[in-house]
């Protein structure tokens, strides 16, 4: 499953640049954050992320 940035900041009532630093820092090796956090496209400032969960 895959979820975007964008619904996790709406759902916990969060800011998108909030969470996008949370992922940056999470410790966890380059090939897990790469399978699983995966940039989908830039809009200025602004990316859009989409989180892979397994379920």
């Known amino acids: 499953m895959a979820v975007k940035v964008?619904?996790?900041t709406k759902?916990?009532?969060k800011r998108h640049d909030n969470i996008l630093r949370k992922i940056e820092?999470?410790?966890c090796s380059d090939?897990?954050?790469a399978l699983?956090?995966?940039v989908m496209a830039k809009r200025g400032?602004?990316?859009v992320v989409?989180?892979?969960v397994v379920v």
Do not use: A, G, M, Q
Request: charged fraction near 30%; charge should be negative.
């Open 11 to 13: 759902h916990f009532d």
């Open 36 to 38: 699983n956090f995966e």
């Open 50 to 52: 989409v989180v892979s």
């Open 25 to 27: 820092s999470l410790e």
């Open 45 to 47: 400032t602004k990316c």
């Open 31 to 33: 090939e897990y954050r």
């Open 6 to 8: 964008v619904v996790i």
